[in-house]
């Protein structure tokens, strides 16, 4: 398997996690888009993702996926041995939801804010901003966070009390909170024991 990322970003690094979860970190060959520079921008790239975006994994027979969510259920899948996206139905819905809600609410909102409301990753890859938004989008990131607080009174992880993909992207939310200086809220200690449970696993010192 090829892995196209760019090593530092949060979103690459979710499929970094990912792997080393899996034993697979060293069966994968990662190679390199230079984002600030604007490779993810040029024809060669987008022939394989026309969005853009990294990461995107491409297969040994030339299927290319894309999107963290997608990339990590193929990861997962593929030992017959999914620990990270459920093996039961009922455990797959609940970690798809809450996954998403920790993508909309806190990562993808941090992201928002890093790209729209501070120079993000400059004027020549930043085409686009709305500082309004992004600030809007820094309030939301908040209010998940509170959220989490109250998700993780009675589990360990926001899923229920096993680590899955959900925590996978709670931690890369983590990361771009530290981009942006959003340091989590000091009425927010379960978040703040949560967030270095998932620092301090294995996987995260292999993946970086």
Not at 60 to 78: F, K, M, N, R, V
């Amino acid at each position: 398997m090829k892995v196209y990322e760019f090593k530092g970003f949060p979103n690459p690094a979710r499929i970094r996690v990912a792997l080393a979860e899996k034993g697979l970190f060293n069966e994968t060959e990662f190679v390199h888009i230079d984002v600030p520079g604007g490779d993810h921008l040029k024809s060669e790239f987008l022939a394989k993702n026309p969005s853009g975006n990294v990461p995107v994994l491409e297969l040994d027979d030339g299927t290319l996926i894309s999107e963290c969510s997608a990339i990590t259920e193929y990861i997962d899948q593929i030992d017959g041995e999914p620990d990270l996206t459920g093996r039961t139905a009922q455990e797959r819905a609940v970690i798809a939801m809450m996954q998403r809600k920790v993508e909309a609410g806190f990562l993808d909102a941090v992201a928002a804010f890093f790209h729209h409301a501070t120079p993000g990753l400059g004027p020549n890859v930043e085409q686009y901003q709305n500082e309004d938004w992004g600030r809007n989008q820094l309030e939301k990131a908040v209010k998940t966070l509170h959220w989490m607080e109250e998700v993780l009174q009675n589990q360990d992880y926001i899923a229920g009390n096993s680590f899955s993909v959900a925590d996978i992207t709670a931690l890369a939310g983590f990361f771009f909170a530290g981009f942006v200086d959003l340091d989590i809220p000091e009425n927010c200690p379960n978040v703040a024991a949560y967030a270095e449970r998932l620092k301090a696993r294995p996987s995260v010192a292999q993946a970086a």
